[in-house]
């Protein structure tokens, strides 16, 4: 590939291959490079709002997706102890309504796969796997990347770089920011089991959360329902940096005490015979350090807890938003990403704090449960979605 019209994207996750399927679009040429030796059926369940889903039905990636998604009936808010229901805030077909765009529950692996068979048909992309983006040098004109792979060191000449590499990204180091990301005090514990193991109720198309005293508990059908994610996240001292971790069942369980937790709770924690940990991170100032003809994408630039389901969807609508400035016929692939950057910064930072605050209401303790129980009740679920219409029907233009 030349590096006319060529993007060099680091990173294959959702974030990478929705930028690569929307930077297509527009007329480049894109080479993905990805540390990993193979992409497979990794991961566990994600919740795509309609502002995400948007994007991806409009990349004609939607209907790969139909298939295997679980549209849910609503969202279940539970007290820990009693179990009994808080709220329902209503999504289903009253989203899709509302929003123009479909709510759905799906394994990240399907997904994945989504996005993969998509690029497939592209042959303006290339994926090159178990490389890495060592280093960069702007010239006059474009970017110099030095990749490295087990078999040998390269370089490609090509317009610009976008960093999709993640929290830990390599990409944002070289750009100069070396600061590390900012552990939140919490960990969430992940597991997927067969709805065949769980009850009746369970398997249900809704979103459960349960909230308890420094803790909180989501599950739901994915793949069809045919498997129920579930995830734990609980206040913790643990922050081990990376990806994940194996976690003990012992150690969750003492989290979730039968004084605290109701049984049905407890069953469900108890059925997963192995868990996955990840320490919780984010950055005090989302922002996008980029410079020249290279920025950030995704958590690369702005890494969101996960208490409001929008790490994937801020970097799929990253995507279309660098997609659409960089579509400008007028403009210099530098520019136009600091334009790209600038139309970002506000909406990725309300989002994140957003995220930070129900980290807060989620995990309250003493009399203060008592009043955000009585809150929620009070609003109710048409309100309490109403409050998330700034989020969910956002559009890329």
């Known amino acids: 590939m030349g590096s006319s019209r060529t993007i060099l994207i680091a990173g294959a996750g959702i974030g990478g291959l929705t930028a690569a399927l929307a930077l297509v679009r527009v007329g480049y040429r894109i080479i993905i490079a990805e540390q990993a030796d193979s992409l497979g059926d ?3 369940g994600i919740q795509l709002s309609p502002n995400a889903t948007r994007i991806l039905n ?6 790969r997706l139909k298939t295997t998604a679980v549209v849910p009936d609503g969202v279940s808010v539970r007290h820990a102890r009693s179990g009994s229901e808080i709220v329902f805030m209503t999504l289903g077909h009253g989203a899709q ?8 529950m799906l394994h990240r692996g399907d997904l994945q796969a989504g996005l993969l068979e998509a690029v497939a048909e592209q042959p303006d992309i290339a994926i090159k796997l178990g490389t890495r983006l060592d280093d960069f040098a702007v010239h006059t004109h474009g970017v110099t990347a030095q990749l490295s792979s087990k078999q040998s060191v390269s370089e490609e000449r090509v317009l610009g770089i ?5 929290l830990w990204s390599a990409t944002r180091a070289r750009l100069g920011d070396k600061t590390r990301p900012g552990f939140r005090n919490r960990t969430a514990w992940r597991a997927v089991v067969p709805s065949s193991m769980v009850p009746d109720q369970f398997r249900r ?3 459960y959360l349960w909230l308890g005293q420094n803790a909180h508990l989501v599950h739901y059908p994915v793949r069809c329902g045919t498997l129920i994610n579930i995830v734990a996240i609980v206040r913790d001292r643990w922050n081990e940096p990376g990806w994940s971790a194996p976690g003990a069942r012992d150690e969750l369980f003492r989290r979730f005490t039968k004084d605290e937790w109701a049984q049905d709770a407890r069953d469900l924690l108890a059925m997963p015979e192995d868990w996955l940990k990840w320490a919780l991170f984010d950055r005090d100032t989302a ?3 980029g410079q020249g003809p290279v920025t950030l994408l995704g958590d690369a630039a702005h890494p969101m807890l996960p208490f409001l389901a929008q790490g994937a969807a801020m970097a799929i609508e990253d995507a279309a938003v660098l997609a659409r400035c960089l579509g400008s016929p007028d403009g210099d692939p530098a520019s136009e990403m600091r334009r790209y950057e600038t139309t970002r910064k506000n909406r990725v930072r309300r989002v994140q704090h957003a995220a930070r605050a129900n980290s807060r209401t989620y995990h309250l303790s003493g009399a203060s449960v008592v009043a955000r129980n009585l809150a929620m009740r009070w609003l109710g679920g048409e309100r309490l979605r109403a409050r998330y219409d700034w989020l969910y029907d956002w559009r890329p233009d």
């Open 205 to 207: 198309p809704v979103t």
């Open 97 to 104: 309504f509302r929003y123009g765009a479909p709510y759905w």
């Open 287 to 289: 922002g996008f350090p």
């Open 162 to 166: 976008v960093g999709a590499d993640g």
């Open 58 to 63: 409009a990349l004609d990636v939607g209907p």
């Open 42 to 44: 990794v991961g566990a």
